[in-house]
């Protein structure tokens, strides 16, 4: 199994940008990763994913362009960098972890989750 925490999130002013981080304990590398977010009386939502190894990686539209997705397994680390955020980027971030071979953009796939860390852009 494995155990993951964020952090990077914060206030940023509309067109900045944040880079978060999702540090992982276990067997990182055994698991392809992705990226969810959730606003306030909204449903959780597919944000990015990663495979096992680095080298596939599938944006959202509504971020494509904007935001991407990396992973460091000699440091156990996944990464978000968001890049032009909007109004509508405000939500809380969680990183997620599936079995290697199974991330896809639906969140029953992933088996770990996070705690989230809070984004928030002020227009």
């Known amino acids: 199994q494995v155990q993951l925490v964020e952090s990077g999130g914060g206030l940023v002013q509309a067109g900045g940008s944040l880079r978060l981080s999702c540090a992982a304990s276990?067997?990182?590398?055994?698991?392809?990763m992705g990226w969810f977010r959730q606003a306030p009386g909204k449903e959780r939502e597919f944000v990015a994913k990663i495979d096992w190894r680095g080298s596939s990686t599938y944006h959202a539209d509504n971020v494509k362009g904007r935001f991407t997705i990396s992973r460091d397994n000699g440091k156990n680390t996944l990464y978000l960098q968001m890049n032009s955020l909007k109004f509508e980027d405000t939500a809380n971030y969680y990183c997620?972890?599936?079995?290697?071979?199974?991330?896809?953009?639906?969140?029953?796939?992933?088996?770990?989750w996070g705690q989230g860390t809070q984004v928030t852009v002020s227009s």
């Open positions: 997620a972890a599936a079995a290697a071979g199974r991330g896809s953009t639906v969140l029953t796939s992933y088996d770990y």
């Open positions: 276990g067997r990182f590398i055994l698991y392809d």
